[in-house]
């Protein structure tokens, strides 16, 4: 039987997929943003159109891994092999169907999203590109999270490399191909961008089907050896996994709703003192490059968030507290060692990195400096998310999200309306 992988060799396995997921996805930003007719105007494009598939993406998906790693993973812990995969199999077709009604909602309402709710025509295409692509990461969720409860994160992390290799491949392939067909047309050239991550997402899912079938005569020996198995009904196991993921999915949507209201207000607000393509092209400099580089960090963190849950829920289920304080406090630690010297770095030498990663689009320093300093405080939040979910206590990241929401929220839009009804560029 395969040796399960210990919390840090997850941490560890996670942080380097991380780094070399991030570290692809800067070489394909950097390439639209220093290619001739994409610029920041087709990161504002691409940008505004991700936001939209990022929320449903949430509604159908974010929440699932952790729910699902959650409560496998306590049954696992019991010895309870056969209920664990009874809950990924319920789970796998439960998430099937919302994630097929996620995609058919984007690509249908792609038309009207674009034009009426964003005021971006251009980023319709977008939408349309990207909407089969939510099908394929609700289902990929679910395969992650039994993955991970089983301690066997390597094939997340696998996963995700391998998706992002194939998206940052086919987005440079993707976007010559139409830069040649349609002239340099930046619209067509972000639909082509976009439609790399939808078949990203299906090579990703790929792997993760194709590894699982290697593990089916391991899994049938594990449900054979299962000790304390508790029938429950499928009704009951659904509404088990709903409770624990849509807390989790809450604070994911919160989270989408921060980018989604950037892009409903920024432009609009920058519309009445610059031309629509100059302030398509700012929203492109905050979403296109300060929002990549200041994720780097939090996403080699998110290692910690996504071991902890299955770590702290299999502790509890043996009653294990001293294990659960000592991996809490060890990641909370780590979260903080990386976070305050990539803070402090991005302040000091903002200007110095766009100039070296954006030769043809440096603007943008000053957003960066002040966007730095959520670092720290994010990975943070991320870490206790974590442990939170683990632990059980769902509803508490939630609230926190919520209140910091409420409050960007009513920020942003009361200096949208305000800029609305000044036409004087003395506000800028």
């Known amino acids: 039987m395969r040796k399960k992988e210990t919390f840090m060799q997850g941490v560890i396995t996670l942080i380097f997929s991380q780094i070399l997921i991030k570290l692809l996805g800067l070489v394909y930003v950097l390439y639209l943003t220093n290619r001739e007719g994409f610029g920041d105007k087709g990161n504002g494009i691409v940008a505004a159109g991700y936001q ?132 340099v047309s930046t619209m067509w050239m972000a639909g082509g961008a976009t439609l790399a991550t939808t078949l990203a997402t299906f090579a990703g899912f790929g792997y993760l089907y194709l590894y699982y079938k290697t593990r089916t005569k391991e899994i049938a020996n594990e449900i054979k050896q299962t000790v304390n198995y508790k029938y429950e009904r499928v009704k009951t196991i659904i509404k088990k996994i709903l409770i624990v993921s849509i807390p989790i999915a809450l604070t994911a949507i919160m989270s989408s709703i921060n980018k989604n209201i950037d892009s409903f207000t920024v432009v609009r607000s920058l519309k009445q003192f610059m031309s629509e393509e100059m302030a398509l092209s700012q929203y492109g400099i905050l979403s296109g490059k300060v929002d990549t580089l200041i994720t780097l960090p939090m996403s080699i963190n998110v290692a910690f968030a996504t071991a902890l849950v299955p ?27 990386i976070g305050i010297p990539c803070t402090i770095g991005m302040c000091i030498f903002a200007g110095p990195i766009l100039n070296l990663l954006f030769p043809n689009a440096a603007a943008g320093a000053t957003v960066l400096q002040i966007s730095a300093f959520e670092i720290v405080f994010v990975m943070m939040d991320q870490t206790i998310n974590g442990s939170l979910q683990g632990y059980g206590k769902l509803i508490v990241p939630t609230i926190s999200m919520g209140c910091r929401r409420y409050c960007k929220i009513n920020i942003k839009l009361n200096f949208s309306s305000y800029t609305t009804n000044r036409s004087t560029p003395e506000l800028l």
């Open 52 to 183: 939209i598939y990022a929320m449903l993406l949430t509604i159908s998906s974010i929440g699932v891994p952790n729910a699902i790693s959650k409560l496998v993973s306590e049954r696992i812990a019991v010895g309870d092999y056969k209920g664990g995969h009874r809950i990924f199999k319920i789970a796998f077709a439960t998430f099937a169907i919302i994630g097929l009604v996620g995609s058919l909602m984007l690509f249908l309402g792609a038309h009207m999203i674009a034009t009426y709710w964003l005021q971006i025509p251009e980023a319709e295409m977008t939408l349309v590109a990207l909407s089969p692509a939510i099908f394929f990461v609700a289902i990929s969720s679910v395969m992650r999270g039994y993955f991970n409860a089983r301690q066997n994160i390597t094939a997340t992390a696998r996963s995700q490399t391998i998706e992002q290799i194939f998206k940052t491949t086919l987005t440079i392939i993707l976007v010559e191909i139409v830069a040649i067909i349609s002239n």
């Open 311 to 337: 770590a702290i829920s299999a502790a509890k289920a043996k009653k294990d507290y001293k294990e659960i304080k000592e991996k809490t406090s060890f990641s909370l630690l780590t979260s903080m060692l």
